[in-house]
């Protein structure tokens, strides 16, 4: 097996590992391709995961909100941005796509994003299913969703192993997506620009 159909394993292996360390601390970047843009990408989820349960509660009031709701809008596009980076060093490892070859619709990129977000629903499931406070019938749920996130952590794995495999030997095709998110552009989000006019 090359080193580029042995990446789906590893990332997950990364992704469990880092979603545990940074928990309790930061660590130290990768500066490795392609496995520092993948960190890039899931420290941008991370930490999205935990501004967002942030701007969900309601003691903090409407400042904290809105502060909260900026940072979901910078870890967003960054984690965007990591996507288009994974995928153009991807690109770079491939030999030419053939125009011939079905295209397919989503990137690899975009399937290590969400790779990423499973490894963070798998590691606070896990908390759930396993939280004392919690009733017996909560811990039995969050078990029965927890064995499903894993299940389609491991299909989605296997995809991404066979979808690389199919990138190399030229039987199917991706393109880069450019993201351009409009929200966080002032000459396009017309609740900015108006207020300029």
């Known amino acids: 097996m090359n080193a580029l159909q042995s990446l789906p394993d590893q990332i997950v292996r990364l992704h469990a590992g880092w979603v545990v360390a940074w928990h309790e601390s930061p660590t130290p970047l990768r500066s490795d391709l392609p496995l520092s843009i993948v960190e890039k990408n899931h420290r941008e989820n991370f930490d999205l995961w ?39 060093w991807l690109l770079s490892q491939l030999p030419p796509m053939q125009l011939s070859s079905p295209l397919h619709s989503e990137t690899p990129g975009m399937i290590v994003d969400r790779l990423s977000i499973m490894s ?54 991706f393109k880069i997506y450019r993201q351009m998110k409009m929200y966080n552009d002032a000459t396009m989000n017309p609740q900015i620009y108006a207020q300029t006019s």
Do not use: P, W
């Open 120 to 173: 963070l629903k798998i590691y606070h499931m896990h908390i759930e299913a396993t939280r004392e406070s919690a009733s017996e019938e909560h811990r039995r749920k969050c078990a029965e969703k927890l064995a499903r996130i894993e299940e389609q952590l491991t299909d989605l794995k296997n995809c991404l192993h066979e979808l690389l495999g199919q990138f190399q030997n030229g039987t199917r095709r």
């Open 50 to 88: 935990h501004e967002e349960d942030i701007a969900r509660r309601d003691d903090l009031g409407a400042e904290a909100v809105r502060q909260a709701k900026r940072g979901i809008d910078r870890f967003n596009q960054a984690r965007n941005d990591a996507i288009e980076k994974l995928d153009e």
